[in-house]
């Protein structure tokens, strides 16, 4: 720590109350980290912060790699669903009046497509990196809640298996992804289907917003000593923006989805035009969640793609401020685009100008980002290897999906392709080429760190050619067939319209896209068993994940670093600062002050616990019984509150005290 | 990676109270979610009721007698909710456990009142979109009054056993306050939304 940090009076703890003990009972020291050896050290560490053996303890585990390890699995499984929903639907649009999907699944195909793909893959998955990568970039031991987190993850998992299980028993929602009433209400959509949707949506972002709240507080409070809010990692600043985005936006679709169950089950009339309630409000709300969403999705990615630059450039990120400051535009703006979902309905003129000229301005504060990472890459030495291509992927795709962005804030234009094949080509651009791509390049640069060993290097361009030769050749004539009218949601199409061969092309495309995943998924088994041993740093990056071993052990860190640099690894070449006093044989961890990071307390963190498991099964009943009767939120709160008080009743671990 | 020690963390005290501690972020973190939610149903709600002329679509008027009650003793029930966390700040463990039992009482109390609310509103939540309203916004206040008692009740009990000797508990009990101040001030613009917007109407 520089002797500057060491006299900032700014953001000072305050006095520490050593006087004021009160009535606490007397406090039972434990043997502490300083001055003892390595070998001891890790002896101590790893008994302290284990995952108990068995499978209990399994279901117990509150480490934040292991839960993040279930995630980026889980996440990646349902990914493989939503894109066989999708080779699917490709087979049957193959060619004009095919025969193999009838309206009535397909209906279902591309709403399970979407459900899975925004609700199951790309929010957790995000997420599930960030559970992963921001406590150990923050240089702490576990995520802040630990047992909120494994909450979280048993939600998410009973959620998806909730739609999938439906979609298997041909109840799925058959609404599209966003559901819209009146076609979801009780008029149009009898039956379960409608309810399967509501209340998966309301059950999964109970997940996202546990997450979220998490890592806020890891990033504010638990961020090793000395890294003051200009030397947090870009990554972790995009991720802590994502999270409070994630705060104020998923409530909008839990209150929607709320809203329509009620309409559906007990008879509200909240969207009911008849009745006093409107159709539009539905599409409000939805869309005060479903654009923020967008970015929820987007904003971790330029996170990463923040981290691959500077790690394959070879210097630190250029306009660090801008980009950080960027970030925090991005995010306050995401929530002032909304409207520009709904300019087919009709709204004021003036309205729609409003969300026109802020639906154009949010490409400022993007902008900045794309031109700051080409000129660290043109200021660097950029050495060219699968995570760097991609980010040129990214860039690429991005940029043209960003256009047709551009195109469609426009209201006259978006009139006329409104649910066209022109929005499904924009909005793939933007999700695969601003998520999906950088994700990929994510996962080639942090795999060695998740598992200790290297992905492929020659299958991993193989992988990006295929993938980018695949996608566009899928997505970019969408553009194309939308143009000349081809509407979206339809299981086929006349063959005199002449759509035929284009369609067909698309749908090879299609295939090879998801054959480049087939490969992915081979280089990720083949790495993780066969892969070359990668050591703790194998591409020399700065920051603190690298600090530790491949894959890292439970506690992250023997001691915890001191950070004096934005990129601590590269200013400390020789040897790492770290802090020293924290007791061994309890999970201690450092808590710290939110702007300046000097640190506060010594706080114990949760110990496993079956209890986030019973919680969510209790939390899950009560969800799917609820869609047969509203009196299962009466039934299922004795169990929720018995596992709730299980969950928070001490246990008589050190940790439990103080 | 080699290390060298540069900073000794050892004296640091191992609690904190307010927004030295973890649990206090993430308690705001919960009630800016939540408090995202009651105000997008707020939302919603204003949103009919400026769609429609005559909002309350002919329904009568509610009585707001049983609201105002609860609303005076929400908050009445602020002082001793900050007299409380004065006492949690000093580790006192006699007046903190005096204080959750009063707390808990004075949680309860609303929750008795709030039964006779909902008859009160005069009319039923599948009547019209305006009775669906005010249902939903009652609701969501009252499953928030409902977790936060059965909250304080748990946490009074755990005051009663050795496990409250702990800084943490104290600690929690602050947290306890902070979240029960979230319950009142929420239920000031839900009130004047229920009773007295309809009256405007």
Known sequence: MSSADLTSERDLPPERETSVRGDIAPARDGPRDTGMDDASLHRWLARTWRTPPGIIGALSSVDHKVIARRYLITAFLFLCLGGLNAVAMRIQLSGPQRGLIGPDLYNQLFTMHGVTMMFLFAVPIVQATGIYLVPLMVGTRNIAFPRLNAFGYWVYVSGGLFAWVSFALAMAPDVGWFAYVPLSGPEFSPGKRADVWAQMITYTEVSSLAVAVATIVTVLKQRAPGMSLDKIPLYVWALLVTSFVVVFAMPAVMITSTFLILDRLVGTHIFNPAEGGDALLFQHLFWFFGHPEVYIIFLPATGMVSSIIPAFARRPAFGHLGLVLSLIAVGFLSFGLWVHHMFATGLPKLGASFFTASSMLIAIPNGVQIFCWLATLWDGRPVIRTPLLFVFGFFFTFVIGGLTGVMLASVPLDLQVHDTYFVVAHFHYVLIGGSVFPLLGAAYFWFPKITGRMMSERLGRWHFWLAMIGFNAAFFPMHIVGLWGMPRRVYTYPAELDWGNINLFISAGAVLFFLSFVLFAFNLVHGALRGTPAGDNPWDAGTLEWATSSPPPSYNFTRIPVVTNVEPLWAERGALPVASGLRVDARELIISTVAEAHPDIREKSATPSIWPLLAAIAVGATFLYSIFTPWAIIWGAAPIAVTLVGWFWPKGDPEDEE | ?201
Not at chain 2, 68 to 89: F, Q
Request: glycine fraction near 10%; hydrophobic fraction near 50%.
């Open chain 2, 1 to 201: 990676m080699n290390q060298r020690p540069v900073l000794d963390i050892s004296d640091l005290p191992t609690f904190g109270h307010g927004p030295r501690s973890p649990t206090w972020w993430g308690t705001l973190g919960f009630m800016a979610l939540e408090g995202t939610g009651f105000a997008l149903a707020a939302g919603a709600y204003l949103y009919l009721a400026t769609l429609w002329p005559n909002w309350r679509l002919s329904a009568p008027v509610p009585n707001h007698w049983p609201g105002t009650i609860v609303t005076l003793l929400l908050i009445v029930s602020l002082v001793p909710n900050h007299i409380l966390n004065g006492y949690a700040k000093r580790c006192a463990m006699g007046p903190v456990r005096i204080g959750m039992v009063v707390m808990s009482l004075l949680g309860l109390a609303p929750l008795v009142v709030r039964w006779f609310e909902f008859p009160a509103l005069n009319i039923y939540w599948d009547t019209n979109a305006y009775g669906s309203m005010i249902w939903v916004l009652l609701g969501l206040h009252t499953t928030h009054l409902i977790t936060d008692v059965g909250d304080t009740i748990v946490l009074t009990v755990l005051m009663f056993t050795h496990h409250g000797y702990s800084g943490r508990r104290f600690g929690d009990v602050g947290d306890n306050v902070f979240y029960w101040d979230f319950v009142v001030l929420t239920w000031i613009p839900i009130y004047l939304l229920i009773y007295w917007l309809p009256r405007l109407g």
